[in-house]
């Protein structure tokens, strides 16, 4: 099991919104909508973002929202922040003998 | 509220083991599943394994098997997460998180972290 695909960085002006792609397989994000974001800050630990592909935890921003379309799923940051400068992971449940799978990671600019 | 509060910072020898402690407090430890995940400096996200505070059972990454070992201490709410026969690849840092939704609804995802646990395996 590999891990998941993401671009390495991406960036963005404030007030923009990007979009972070995560790519798996028929055997993970294809198979279950159990696909989450976490934020980590450098040196913090993740923060759950995202959940069930597309649901917000309570009190997180509204300017964070996700979706499935085959073996890719995707976390869009609207209205960007300074603050949303972070690392971003997608994870995704597989069902197998490994049964969570995470992204390689996108760094998140705010130019 | 819900804390995971971990030991500190280890450093050990190639060859050695090391024992990581994550104490939970602020809701009913044995309803919710307790997962570990690592992170080597620079590198992504990779997840090791997960034990049933309840009944003690675990699950681990097939990579792990055989050097990992979770374990739980119910009168104080502490999990622990053993790793033997250390390598420099070891060095990371690790965390406990816990499942979202409960033992009776696991979800999947994790909605509750430990600060870390920085392991450094050097000789």
């Known amino acids: 099991q590999s891990a998941l695909t993401q671009p390495a960085s991406v960036s963005g002006s404030p007030g923009q919104s990007i979009t972070i792609s995560c790519t798996g397989t028929?055997?993970?994000?294809?198979?279950?909508?159990?696909v989450s974001w976490y934020q980590q800050r450098p040196g913090r630990a993740p923060k759950l973002m995202i959940y069930?592909?597309?649901k917000r935890p309570s009190g997180v921003s509204n300017r964070f929202s996700g979706s499935k379309s085959g073996n890719t799923a995707s976390l869009t940051i609207s209205g960007l922040q300074a603050e949303d400068e972070a690392d971003y992971y997608c994870?995704?449940?597989?069902?197998?003998?490994?049964?969570?799978?995470f992204g390689t990671g996108t760094e998140v600019t705010v130019l | 509220q819900v804390q995971l509060v971990q030991s500190g910072a280890e450093a050990t020898k190639p060859g050695a083991s090391v024992k990581v402690s994550c104490k939970a407090s602020?809701?009913?430890?044995?309803?919710?599943?307790i997962h570990w995940v690592r992170q080597a400096p620079g590198q992504g996200l990779e997840w090791m394994g997960v034990?049933?505070?309840?009944?003690?059972?675990?699950k681990y990454a097939p990579k792990l098997q055989g050097r990992v070992t979770v374990t739980r201490e119910t009168s104080t709410s502490t999990v622990y997460m053993e790793l033997s026969s250390l390598r420099s690849e070891d060095t990371a840092l690790y965390f406990c998180?816990?499942?979202?939704?409960?033992?009776?609804?696991?979800?999947?995802?994790?909605?509750?972290w430990g600060q870390g646990t920085l392991v450094t395996v050097s000789s």
């Open positions: 998180a816990r499942e979202r939704g409960g033992i009776a609804a696991p979800a999947k995802d994790f909605d509750y």
């Open positions: 602020g809701y009913t430890f044995i309803t919710y599943l």
């Open positions: 034990i049933n505070p309840r009944t003690g059972g675990t």
């Open positions: 028929t055997s993970d994000v294809g198979s279950y909508n159990l």
């Open positions: 069930e592909v597309a």
């Open positions: 994870c995704s449940y597989t069902g197998s003998t490994l049964p969570y799978v």
